[in-house]
């Protein structure tokens, strides 16, 4: 049986996943991700959310209220060495995002407020890209909309690149609790991609009270919801893991805590 926080993708057409807050019974964080061939347009209302379109792959040209921003993307697979093309937009606007060509692109929502926020193409360049962990836990992590970005009211966005054989989002964290500083609350959605593409990924939600106790075998294109709880990834060998993270919540401010259980491996290892 599949997992109600597993939202399998459809293999071919356009709609590739569509993960509502009404679907994923939260408040906050709305993910699309959609295959467009080239000469294609998908027309998108903001309403009252903010949006983050993340070209994945392929090439676009966004058109908002009357302004085009053209040739948007250069990648040609999301495990490409570089960063995504990417463009914030406010609430209230209508968003054209047409395929120069064949192009995969993610579109990422939240609850916008009432603060005049503007339009914003989001240089590559300037994504912070980090490495985390050691040994088989490294992963590789781009920052396209981080907390410490003033652009936008509620949304973060950020891709982790984990090589096969590796953990991540690991040790297990959790986000759940409006604690700060110890602590903040964030829905999460996970936007899983493998390569090569027949591959699959482990991804574990549980919490402390195992009220939820999930465990996902998720598949090329695959989005996993997180309400609430710890939710660590596992590549196994051969298959690389990509994902794009979309979170949000009351407050833009990202602080995790560590499951106890499992935090001891961060310790320095003990000399001899």
Not at 21 to 27: D, I, M, Q, S, V
Not at 126 to 152: E, W
């Given at each position: 049986?599949?997992?109600?926080?597993?939202?399998?993708?459809?293999?071919s057409g356009r709609e590739i996943v569509n993960v509502t807050p009404e679907?994923?019974?939260?408040?906050?964080?709305?993910?699309?991700?959609?295959?467009?061939?080239?000469?294609?347009?998908?027309?998108?209302?903001?309403?009252?959310?903010?949006?983050?379109?993340?070209?994945?792959?392929?090439?676009?040209?966004?058109?908002?209220?009357?302004?085009?921003?053209?040739?948007?993307?250069?990648?040609?697979?999301?495990?490409?060495?570089?960063?995504?093309?990417?463009?914030?937009?406010?609430?209230?606007?209508?968003?054209?995002?047409?395929?120069?060509?064949?192009?995969?692109?993610?579109?990422?929502?939240?609850?916008?407020?009432?603060?005049?926020?503007?339009?914003?193409?989001i240089d590559p360049a300037t994504m912070r890209r980090s490495v985390r962990?050691?040994?088989?836990?490294?992963?590789?992590?781009?920052?396209?909309?981080?907390?410490?970005?003033?652009?936008?009211?509620?949304l973060l966005v950020v891709e982790v690149m984990t090589p096969a054989s590796?953990?991540?989002?690991?040790?297990?964290?959790?986000?759940?609790?409006?604690?700060?500083?110890?602590?903040?609350?964030?829905?999460?959605?996970?936007?899983?991609?493998?390569?090569?593409?027949?591959?699959?990924?482990?991804?574990?939600?549980?919490?402390?009270?195992?009220?939820?106790?999930?465990?996902?075998?998720?598949?090329?294109?695959?989005?996993?919801?997180?309400?609430?709880?710890?939710?660590?990834?596992?590549?196994?060998?051969?298959?690389?893991?990509?994902?794009?993270?979309?979170?949000?919540?009351?407050?833009?401010?990202?602080?995790?805590?560590?499951?106890?259980?499992?935090?001891?491996?961060?310790?320095?290892?003990?000399?001899?």
């Amino acid at each position: 049986m599949v997992s109600p926080l597993l939202a399998k993708a459809a293999p071919s057409g356009r709609e590739i996943v569509n993960v509502t807050p009404e679907r994923a019974g939260w408040t906050h964080v709305g993910f699309r991700a959609v295959r467009l061939e080239a000469g294609a347009t998908e027309i998108i209302a903001t309403g009252t959310r903010e949006l983050c379109v993340v070209v994945l792959v392929g090439s676009v040209d966004i058109t908002i209220d009357g302004t085009t921003f053209a040739n948007l993307g250069t990648r040609d697979n999301v495990f490409d060495d570089k960063s995504p093309a990417a463009v914030y937009v406010p609430s209230g606007k209508e968003v054209s995002v047409r395929a120069v060509r064949n192009a995969e692109v993610a579109l990422c929502t939240a609850p916008c407020d009432d603060k005049v926020r503007a339009v914003r193409v989001i240089d590559p360049a300037t994504m912070r890209r980090s490495v985390r962990g050691k040994g088989t836990n490294t992963r590789y992590v781009c920052d396209i909309l981080p907390h410490d970005d003033p652009t936008a009211a509620h949304l973060l966005v950020v891709e982790v690149m984990t090589p096969a054989s590796h953990s991540s989002s690991y040790p297990p964290h959790k986000h759940d609790v409006e604690q700060p500083p110890v602590e903040t609350l964030l829905e999460e959605t996970y936007y899983h991609r493998l390569n090569p593409p027949q591959g699959f990924a482990f991804q574990r939600i549980y919490t402390d009270d195992r009220s939820i106790d999930e465990a996902c075998a998720v598949e090329n294109h695959d989005v996993v919801m997180v309400p609430k709880g710890y939710h660590p990834v596992v590549a196994p060998h051969g298959y690389d893991s990509y994902y794009l993270n979309v979170m949000a919540g009351p407050n833009r401010f990202w602080v995790f805590k560590n499951d106890p259980a499992h935090e001891w491996m961060l310790a320095p290892a003990a000399s001899t």
